[in-house]
């Protein structure tokens, strides 16, 4: 090699497994080690660009034996004891960055909770008591009314499954109620938002509910409150699906004359005892497996048919949030009050130590969610006011959402490629265009 | 003769003078032309004596007569050269020695020797023989007798520093060449002065043969001894009383009065013993590993936020400040949920235990307030709406006038219990049905509570109110669910402070300002009295077991009484600078806490064990900073979060804060 020894050299093949329009050329080539992510960017840039003229110029990430190499080639070589004589795969994904911010969606008071499971609507809680469904950034289709006091945690009862334009749903409050609502998806299209009622209110809890849960195949709810209780639920959904048609008469039959003769009370199937504080968030990722986080510093994990404790977390501090997702849906990923996100693998046997430890935030986390197809990222937010995108192949945050201008208060993703948040600025904030897959 | 009427002043010497001028007095006439000084007098004398005595030896013999002649000459000469020398005496003599010098530059050390031998003036022959030795005419000799015995030695002239420098160059000796002073000759040292000099430089011993390292011999024989070295007898001291002991008993004395508070010193100024060396701690909060956490809209308080008071989940927690607002946040998130605005300063905030009862009491000024928080859902609210329903204004007396009267307010949702003085405290039973509350005194005391200028002359006016009051008019004790009032049927000999209700049993603790008095309500008798040796107590804490106190005092200091132990406090930490404001105790960990005007809290493990054995620990744990100072006042308030080890602070600078272990 003709080099001058100052500037080591690497011979590197770049390989990836994204789509045609994306595949390098396979050839190995020679690049100085004293490259960064920028540098090794450009280079694939220039190689895409050489096979297609048209090649639009967009960041990438580089993956070195499954780690994201985020210091200089010849650092990162040295770091992870890698020979630089050997010719050096490196894999390339597209950077985790939200392209776009979209407008802000202004709530009346902070914005408590927030669901994007379903990628129509956005689904939020608001701590003025309502419940909003926008269909874009800005856009509020319906506004659910009924709850006298904050509302804590929201889900969308059939995000998938939406049958007659119907979008089931349910919201938690400090009122001691969960409320199940049930909205039109053509409805409220014009300016002014459509105003629904509930048409169900489940009693039951004798503290402020703090989290609700639904499982997608049987539509159960499962609700954690500050009694220290999870409670079950049903909710008719899925038998109501059948009559639909019956009960969207009944509801444009007596509209909004006497909408609270339409609710009906329900009462908890199952109870779960165990925790000794305030449960403060629920996963339910199976028929018989619900996760519930609490403030008495465990995560748990119980069979939701026999109503027994399975297996239990033990951390030092509280959790405020909870996770269920990655490799195989099993990594539970849980913040609390600390600045530290953790990472446990429960099929792990005999520890109780968490697998990753995130440690950039610098306030409490407040909400931490899996993505539902990737098993690597997973998003983050927090009291410092900052959202943080996470791989699980780098100990830094892969990227930071820094829209806020308050705490965030809750954050999810929506349609795979965005990241919604809310917090006490009353904004709901839509960072859109984050390529994860 | 003028010598025959001498001074006054002559001595002794002078009268031999006379005695000489005497015998010499029909010999020779040649003296009296001499009004000179009285030793230039002696000289002239001693000289005629000498002549005289020469006289007589003319008399005798003729073989003399040539010394005759010399001699007579010379003091012709003598006599002479004083004639010269009469009118200015100094001048001439540094003449005369000037001319000596130079002319007898070789002089040598004899002569000099006997000129002081001259000066004995005894011996006489002895004087004659050596001048005979001496072939020099009579005028330079006597010159030399005549400066010597004015008392002046002469010295020898320096020698010019060229002459002596060219003189020493080719002198190899010269290095060993010394300058006497005191003798005023050159001396030139042996070698083997020179290895002494050597030696003594060094510092060693000046002789070489002087051994340092001598073996040591020990005189003494020390075997066999049966008596001790001194059989001197035992001292009357040791059988006396000692002064000093019979000053201890005093001083034991003083100690006591100390410790039971009788007499009191100025508080010592304490100086801050560290400094930040690199500038300000402003980046101090990140460094620790304690989040301190704000809650929103805290900022809105106008005055300092005097007490606070957490739900009994933790999900809520009470504030209350000087500018009249009673406040509810959400510990979780910080926000503030419902907001009430009084007249007055609000002094206690009180959350009800029980979970189902969100009620607060809440003191200000003369009114004990029972507000309905609005947490719970429709039934609770319904049931309080019921409890905290009065129909008339309803006026609790024992005795003809009137103690509290329980009066419905709407306007802030709940019930007005008013006192006839200012309620300083309120605090619930633990099943939340009873409530205490303190009347320490009137407002004007209050405030004179609180400015520690006045403190002296507060507690003489404290004083005569104790003595007014015959049965405790401080302290009342409510129920709610009857509304009922009444006294606490016991005397309280001081102020009260503070009172507090047993955590597991019927039993009642009314804190005054020196001690804590302990009553069994189901018993009506008092059980214990804690007393706690200190100036001012201001606030009380109980330990969830209910066995241990600890008190918090206006000089800064924690007193953790064990009551199983005594009743004198276990331990004495003194930790703040300032006044204690208050002291807490977690319910469920191995925590107390302190918060002091100095703008500090302590957190400390206070571990107590179920083994009676074992006293408890006590561990100091962590300073938390952070509130600064205002108008002299840190932290008004600390309590724990009843559930996790986090403790809320209040602050003097209308903000609430929360610690977290990290």
């Given at each position: 090699?003709?080099?001058?020894?100052?500037?080591?050299?690497?011979?590197?093949?770049?390989?990836?497994?994204?789509?045609?329009?994306?595949?390098?050329?396979?050839?190995?080539?020679?690049?100085?080690?004293?490259?960064?992510?920028?540098?090794?960017?450009?280079?694939?840039?220039?190689?895409?660009?050489?096979?297609?003229?048209?090649?639009?110029?967009?960041?990438?990430?580089?993956?070195?034996?499954?780690?994201?190499?985020?210091?200089?080639?010849?650092?990162?070589?040295?770091?992870?004891?890698?020979?630089?004589?050997?010719?050096?795969?490196?894999?390339?994904?597209?950077?985790?960055v939200p392209r776009k911010e979209e407008e802000?969606s202004?709530?009346?008071?902070?914005?408590?909770?927030?669901?994007g499971?379903?990628s129509?609507?956005i689904?939020?809680?608001?701590?003025?008591?309502?419940?909003?469904?926008?269909?874009g950034a800005?856009?509020?289709?319906?506004?659910?009314?009924?709850?006298?006091?904050?509302?804590?945690?929201?889900?969308?009862?059939?995000?998938?499954?939406?049958?007659?334009?119907?979008?089931?749903?349910?919201?938690?409050?400090?009122?001691?109620?969960?409320?199940?609502?049930?909205?039109?998806?053509?409805?409220?299209?014009?300016?002014?938002?459509?105003?629904?009622?509930?048409?169900?209110?489940?009693?039951?809890?004798?503290?402020?509910?703090?989290?609700?849960?639904?499982?997608?195949?049987?539509?159960?709810?499962?609700?954690?409150?500050?009694?220290?209780?999870?409670?079950?639920?049903?909710?008719?959904?899925?038998?109501?699906?059948?009559?639909?048609?019956?009960?969207?008469?009944?509801?444009?039959?007596?509209?909004?004359?006497?909408?609270?003769?339409?609710?009906?009370?329900?009462?908890?199937?199952?109870?779960?005892?165990?925790?000794?504080?305030?449960?403060?968030?629920?996963?339910?990722?199976?028929?018989?497996?619900?996760?519930?986080?609490?403030?008495?510093?465990?995560?748990?994990?119980?069979?939701?048919?026999?109503?027994?404790?399975?297996?239990?977390?033990?951390?030092?501090?509280?959790?405020?949030?909870?996770?269920?997702?990655?490799?195989?849906?099993?990594?539970?990923?849980?913040?609390?009050?600390?600045?530290?996100?953790?990472?446990?693998?429960?099929?792990?046997?005999?520890?109780?130590?968490?697998?990753?430890?995130?440690?950039?935030?610098?306030?409490?986390?407040?909400?931490?969610?899996?993505?539902?197809?990737?098993?690597?990222?997973?998003?983050?937010?927090?009291?410092?006011?900052?959202?943080?995108?996470?791989?699980?192949?780098?100990?830094?945050?892969?990227?930071?959402i820094?829209s806020?201008?308050?705490?965030?208060?809750?954050?999810?993703w929506w349609k795979e490629d965005c990241v919604i948040s809310?917090?006490?600025?009353?904004?709901l904030r839509i960072s859109s265009g984050v390529p994860v897959? | 003769?003028?010598?025959?009427?001498?001074?006054?002043?002559?001595?002794?010497?002078?009268?031999?003078?006379?005695?000489?001028?005497?015998?010499?007095?029909?010999?020779?006439?040649?003296?009296?032309?001499?009004?000179?000084?009285?030793?230039?007098?002696?000289?002239?004398?001693?000289?005629?004596?000498?002549?005289?005595?020469?006289?007589?030896?003319?008399?005798?013999?003729?073989?003399?007569?040539?010394?005759?002649?010399?001699?007579?000459?010379?003091?012709?000469?003598?006599?002479?050269?004083?004639?010269?020398?009469?009118?200015?005496?100094?001048?001439?003599?540094?003449?005369?020695?000037?001319?000596?010098?130079?002319?007898?530059?070789?002089?040598?050390?004899?002569?000099?020797?006997?000129?002081?031998?001259?000066?004995?003036?005894?011996?006489?022959?002895?004087?004659?023989?050596?001048?005979?030795?001496?072939?020099?005419?009579?005028?330079?000799?006597?010159?030399?007798?005549?400066?010597?015995?004015?008392?002046?030695?002469?010295?020898?002239?320096?020698?010019?520093?060229?002459?002596?420098?060219?003189?020493?160059?080719?002198?190899?000796?010269?290095?060993?060449?010394?300058?006497?002073?005191?003798?005023?000759?050159?001396?030139?040292?042996?070698?083997?002065?020179?290895?002494?000099?050597?030696?003594?430089?060094?510092?060693?011993?000046?002789?070489?043969?002087?051994?340092?390292?001598?073996?040591?011999?020990?005189?003494?024989?020390?075997?066999?001894?049966?008596?001790?070295?001194?059989?001197?007898?035992?001292?009357?001291?040791?059988?006396?009383?000692?002064?000093?002991?019979?000053?201890?008993?005093?001083?034991?004395?003083?100690?006591?009065?100390?410790?039971?508070?009788?007499?009191?010193?100025?508080?010592?100024?304490?100086?801050?013993?560290?400094?930040?060396?690199?500038?300000?701690?402003?980046?101090?909060?990140?460094?620790?590993?304690?989040?301190?956490?704000?809650?929103?809209?805290?900022?809105?308080?106008?005055?300092?936020?005097?007490?606070?008071?957490?739900?009994?989940?933790?999900?809520?927690?009470?504030?209350?400040?000087?500018?009249?607002?009673?406040?509810?946040?959400?510990?979780?998130?910080?926000?503030?949920?419902?907001?009430?605005?009084?007249?007055?300063?609000?002094?206690?905030?009180?959350?009800?235990?029980?979970?189902?009862?969100?009620?607060?009491?809440?003191?200000?000024?003369?009114?004990?307030?029972?507000?309905?928080?609005?947490?719970?859902?429709?039934?609770?609210?319904?049931?309080?709406?019921?409890?905290?329903?009065?129909?008339?204004?309803?006026?609790?007396?024992?005795?003809?006038?009137?103690?509290?009267?329980?009066?419905?307010?709407?306007?802030?949702?709940?019930?007005?219990?008013?006192?006839?003085?200012?309620?300083?405290?309120?605090?619930?039973?633990?099943?939340?049905?009873?409530?205490?509350?303190?009347?320490?005194?009137?407002?004007?005391?209050?405030?004179?509570?609180?400015?520690?200028?006045?403190?002296?002359?507060?507690?003489?006016?404290?004083?005569?109110?104790?003595?007014?009051?015959?049965?405790?008019?401080?302290?009342?004790?409510?129920?709610?669910?009857?509304?009922?009032?009444?006294?606490?049927?016991?005397?309280?000999?001081?102020?009260?402070?503070?009172?507090?209700?047993?955590?597991?049993?019927?039993?009642?603790?009314?804190?005054?300002?020196?001690?804590?008095?302990?009553?069994?309500?189901?018993?009506?008798?008092?059980?214990?009295?804690?007393?706690?040796?200190?100036?001012?107590?201001?606030?009380?804490?109980?330990?969830?077991?209910?066995?241990?106190?600890?008190?918090?005092?206006?000089?800064?200091?924690?007193?953790?009484?064990?009551?199983?132990?005594?009743?004198?406090?276990?331990?004495?930490?003194?930790?703040?600078?300032?006044?204690?404001?208050?002291?807490?105790?977690?319910?469920?960990?191995?925590?107390?806490?302190?918060?002091?005007?100095?703008?500090?809290?302590?957190?400390?493990?206070?571990?107590?064990?179920?083994?009676?054995?074992?006293?408890?620990?006590?561990?100091?744990?962590?300073?938390?900073?952070?509130?600064?100072?205002?108008?002299?006042?840190?932290?008004?308030?600390?309590?724990?979060?009843?559930?996790?080890?986090?403790?809320?602070?209040?602050?003097?600078?209308?903000?609430?804060?929360?610690?977290?272990?990290?």
């Open positions: 090699m003709d080099v001058d020894m100052d500037e080591r050299q690497i011979q590197a093949r770049f390989v990836t497994k994204l789509n045609p329009p994306f595949k390098a050329p396979p050839s190995a080539i020679t690049i100085p080690a004293t490259v960064t992510r920028l540098g090794l960017s450009t280079i694939v840039n220039s190689l895409l660009k050489a096979g297609d003229p048209e090649w639009e110029t967009q960041p990438f990430d580089f993956l070195i034996d499954g780690e994201l190499v985020r210091m200089s080639l010849d650092r990162f070589l040295l770091a992870k004891g890698i020979s630089a004589e050997k010719t050096l795969e490196i894999e390339y994904i597209k950077a985790v802000p202004l709530h009346d008071d902070w914005v408590s909770a927030v669901d499971s379903c129509r609507f689904l939020t809680g608001c701590y003025d008591g309502f419940g909003r469904v926008w269909k800005g856009v509020c289709s319906h506004i659910l009314e009924g709850h006298t006091d904050v509302i804590t945690s929201v889900s969308i009862i059939n995000p998938l499954g939406i049958i007659n334009h119907l979008l089931y749903s349910t919201t938690a409050s400090k009122d001691q109620t969960l409320r199940l609502w049930k909205m039109d998806s053509e409805e409220g299209v014009d300016d002014v938002p459509a105003k629904i009622r509930p048409f169900k209110i489940l009693r039951g809890h004798s503290a402020s509910v703090g989290s609700v849960a639904v499982d997608l195949c049987t539509k159960q709810i499962c609700s954690g409150s500050w009694d220290c209780r999870v409670n079950l639920w049903q909710t008719d959904v899925s038998s109501a699906e059948g009559d639909s048609v019956s009960i969207k008469k009944r509801k444009t039959k007596n509209g909004t004359e006497e909408p609270q003769l339409e609710c009906f009370q329900g009462a908890p199937v199952s109870t779960l005892v165990g925790h000794t504080q305030q449960v403060s968030s629920l996963v339910w990722p199976e028929l018989d497996t619900i996760y519930s986080a609490s403030w008495d510093h465990t995560i748990r994990r119980w069979d939701a048919e026999t109503g027994k404790d399975v297996s239990s977390i033990i951390c030092g501090r509280p959790f405020n949030c909870l996770s269920v997702g990655g490799e195989g849906s099993t990594l539970v990923a849980a913040g609390g009050s600390t600045p530290i996100l953790r990472i446990w693998d429960p099929r792990k046997p005999g520890t109780s130590a968490p697998v990753y430890q995130f440690s950039s935030h610098t306030s409490w986390i407040s909400a931490c969610q899996w993505h539902s197809k990737s098993w690597f990222h997973l998003l983050s937010a927090s009291y410092d006011g900052k959202v943080m995108l996470w791989d699980l192949r780098t100990a830094w945050p892969v990227s930071v820094e806020h201008e308050d705490k965030v208060l809750c954050a999810d809310g917090g006490r600025d009353s904004k897959l | 003769m003028g010598v025959s009427a001498p001074p006054k002043e002559a001595d002794r010497l002078k009268t031999t003078v006379d005695e000489n001028a005497r015998i010499s007095d029909e010999f020779d006439s040649e003296g009296e032309a001499s009004e000179g000084s009285e030793l230039s007098e002696v000289a002239t004398e001693e000289g005629g004596g000498s002549s005289g005595d020469e006289d007589a030896s003319t008399s005798d013999g003729s073989g003399l007569d040539d010394d005759d002649e010399g001699e007579k000459g010379g003091s012709g000469e003598e006599a002479e050269a004083r004639g010269s020398s009469s009118d200015d005496e100094d001048a001439s003599a540094t003449d005369n020695d000037g001319l000596d010098s130079v002319e007898g530059s070789g002089d040598s050390d004899s002569e000099r020797s006997r000129v002081f031998e001259e000066s004995d003036s005894s011996e006489d022959e002895l004087l004659e023989i050596q001048l005979e030795m001496f072939p020099w005419s009579g005028t330079r000799m006597s010159h030399i007798l005549d400066m010597t015995l004015k008392g002046r030695i002469t010295k020898k002239e320096r020698q010019d520093k060229l002459d002596s420098f060219l003189a020493n160059v080719d002198d190899s000796k010269n290095w060993r060449k010394i300058y006497d002073d005191y003798n005023d000759e050159d001396v030139e040292l042996t070698k083997e002065e020179a290895k002494m000099i050597s030696r003594l430089l060094n510092g060693k011993a000046p002789h070489a043969e002087f051994d340092p390292y001598a073996p040591y011999v020990d005189w003494f024989k020390w075997d066999d001894a049966i008596h001790p070295l001194s059989n001197a007898p035992e001292p009357k001291r040791r059988f006396i009383p000692s002064k000093w002991e019979a000053k201890k008993v005093f001083v034991v004395k003083y100690v006591r009065a100390i410790r039971k508070g009788l007499i009191k010193f100025d508080k010592p100024k304490e100086e801050p013993r560290f400094y930040m060396l690199w500038g300000d701690d402003s980046g101090a909060a990140d460094k620790t590993n304690h989040l301190s956490y704000i809650p929103a809209q805290s900022q809105s308080y106008q005055g300092p936020v005097v007490s606070i008071s957490t739900e009994v989940s933790g999900e809520w927690i009470a504030s209350g400040s000087t500018d009249g607002t009673v406040r509810i946040w959400e510990v979780e998130s910080g926000r503030c949920r419902k907001v009430w605005q009084f007249d007055e300063a609000v002094h206690y905030v009180a959350w009800n235990p029980m979970p189902e009862l969100p009620i607060l009491a809440v003191s200000v000024g003369q009114d004990a307030y029972l507000l309905n928080t609005g947490v719970g859902n429709e039934e609770t609210q319904r049931k309080l709406g019921e409890l905290l329903y009065v129909e008339a204004a309803k006026v609790s007396d024992d005795s003809n006038n009137p103690i509290c009267s329980w009066i419905q307010d709407d306007e802030h949702g709940g019930i007005k219990l008013r006192h006839a003085k200012t309620v300083s405290s309120v605090e619930w039973h633990r099943k939340g049905d009873y409530f205490s509350t303190i009347m320490p005194a009137d407002i004007l005391f209050l405030l004179l509570f609180s400015l520690a200028i006045f403190r002296l002359y507060a507690s003489a006016f404290y004083v005569a109110l104790t003595c007014l009051s015959r049965e405790s008019k401080s302290v009342m004790i409510h129920q709610l669910s009857k509304k009922l009032t009444q006294r606490l049927p016991f005397k309280l000999k001081g102020i009260a402070v503070s009172s507090v209700f047993h955590p597991t049993r019927s039993i009642f603790f009314a804190v005054t300002k020196k001690n804590v008095r302990v009553y069994d309500l189901l018993k009506q008798k008092l059980i214990k009295k804690l007393e706690t040796g200190l100036r001012e107590v201001s606030s009380i804490a109980i330990h969830p077991g209910g066995d241990n106190v600890i008190l918090g005092s206006r000089e800064g200091k924690l007193c953790w009484f064990d009551m199983d132990l005594s009743s004198k406090p276990y331990k004495i930490l003194k930790s703040h600078s300032k006044d204690v404001t208050n002291v807490a105790f977690h319910r469920s960990y191995p925590l107390f806490a302190s918060s002091s005007d100095d703008g500090t809290a302590y957190v400390f493990h206070g571990m107590v064990y179920s083994d009676l054995n074992q006293n408890p620990l006590i561990v100091p744990l962590e300073i938390l900073r952070g509130h600064t100072t205002f108008n002299g006042r840190g932290v008004m308030d600390c309590k724990f979060h009843p559930r996790q080890p986090w403790l809320f602070t209040a602050g003097a600078d209308s903000s609430i804060k929360l610690y977290c272990h990290n």
